[in-house]
């Protein structure tokens, strides 16, 4: 059978795939700056006779065309940058580059398409079709990887009629996979904040302006916008992690900086929430003498899986796991340019589950010791090997 003939190579493979996600994680880079990854990647390509052309700088995309006759195309997608994160590992393969890590797992993710490509290259007399395979560049930095290479053709000659992706999730153990359909992931947008009074000393408040009172009220009455200005039947986040006012502890500044992001799941909600957010900022600090400028910059679209190709991927997915193995994920703030994607096609992205509390591997995205269980590098790659088989349809089960 085709999952078992899959799950064998699969699991050839595994070391190898190892191998490749720890060469990657040792030498991460920065987004837009993936010049030894992009190379690498080529190499393997190379290696494995799969054509390939550059895209986005760093991109890449490749071409695997099965022997049989068929016009279905299929795209898979992996994101290879990393985070500005120090490394706080014990792991051989920690990272080289100093305060740059791959923190979010796109090592992963990048050797997992590497290992599904050598599945599908060795199976290539047995289904007909072909694989868009796509290696992005930059999807944690706006404008997104996914938005380039869109507008540089990654979705046309040929034109695939679906797109599938996935992403570590170490709260979800080895083994497992959720997926969601429909509107999965939030779109998010940087709020950049300054409110400019006038500075003094703090023993004669009321010789100066404060901003940064002015800004407290800023923020806590900015949370009004969630709480009782959106419809509560839409997700919505608005957070605030960069908050800077240089005084001292009887020196009042003259301005204080934020930056925040704003999260949502409704466009139309989406752009009138800027509105208020600014008009909010900006009268609040008027009222009490001071100026607010501040600066929105639209980032990512809202994830949307398209259901019935979503219900594809669950069912494929429920025979090469195990039913069991196949939960129903939440819907999730985060925010990921794949979004990009669902936007213009049809679309599908899933969490691979990584993590496991036996090795002690729960460490989350974005933090310095975030690891996976690499178990997961035998299911990654084979599960996506068969979901692209299934898709194009020429492949017997």
């Known amino acids: 059978m085709l999952i078992d003939e899959i799950k064998n190579l699969a699991t050839e493979i595994h070391s190898n795939t ?5 060469h990657l994680h040792a030498h991460p880079e920065l987004s837009f700056q993936e010049y030894q990854t992009s190379a690498f990647i080529k190499a393997r390509l ?13 991109g890449i995309v ?29 792991v051989d393969y920690i990272s080289t580059n100093e305060n740059v890590m791959h923190a979010c797992g796109h090592d992963a993710h990048t050797a997992s398409l590497l290992g599904t490509a050598a599945i599908l290259q060795t199976l ?6 072909t694989i868009k395979l796509i290696f992005q560049p930059a999807e944690e930095k706006l404008p997104g990887g996914a938005s380039i290479m869109i507008k540089e053709g990654v979705l046309k000659n040929p034109q695939p009629s679906a797109i599938i992706g ?8 080895a083994g497992k996979i959720a997926i969601r359909g429909g509107k999965f992931m939030a779109s998010m947008d940087e709020i950049f904040v300054t409110v400019r009074g006038k500075g003094g000393h703090g023993a004669q408040p009321h010789q100066n302006i404060d901003p940064v009172i002015i800004t407290a009220n800023i923020l806590v009455a900015l949370q009004q916008l969630v709480s009782r200005m959106s419809n509560p039947t839409i997700p919505t986040v608005l957070s605030f992690g960069k908050v800077i006012a240089n005084g001292a502890i009887n020196v009042i500044p003259n301005e204080v900086y934020m930056e925040g992001t704003f999260r949502t799941m409704n466009e139309s909600w989406r752009s009138e929430a800027h509105t208020r957010i600014k008009k909010m900022a900006q009268t609040i600090a008027e009222s009490m003498g001071a100026t607010c400028d501040i600066n929105i910059v639209r980032g990512y679209p809202f994830l949307v899986n398209e259901e019935k190709l979503t219900e594809q991927v669950r069912s494929f997915a429920e025979a090469y796991l195990g039913k069991e193995h196949v939960l ?15 936007q213009v096609t049809d679309a599908c992205f899933f969490l691979l589950g990584a993590g496991n509390k ?9 933090t310095p010791t975030f690891n996976i269980d690499e178990d997961a590098l035998a299911i990654s ?6 979901i692209a088989l299934r898709l194009l349809g020429t492949a017997k089960e």
């Open 18 to 22: 190892i191998a490749t996600r720890r």
């Open 46 to 58: 190379d290696e494995l006779n799969i054509p390939w052309q550059p895209m986005a700088n760093t």
């Open 62 to 90: 490749a071409l695997i065309k099965g022997d049989k006759p068929s016009d279905q195309i299929i795209a898979l997608r992996a994101d290879m940058d990393a985070l500005p994160i120090k490394e706080a590992s014990t």
């Open 124 to 129: 290539k007399s047995k289904f007909g079709g």
């Open 166 to 173: 996935q992403h570590v999730f170490p709260q979800l153990e």
């Open 328 to 342: 129903e994920a939440d819907k999730w703030m985060a925010a990921e340019d794949f979004a990009a994607y669902s």
């Open 358 to 366: 036996e090795k002690q591997i729960t460490s989350s995205l974005h």
């Open 381 to 386: 790659t084979g599960l996506m090997a068969y």
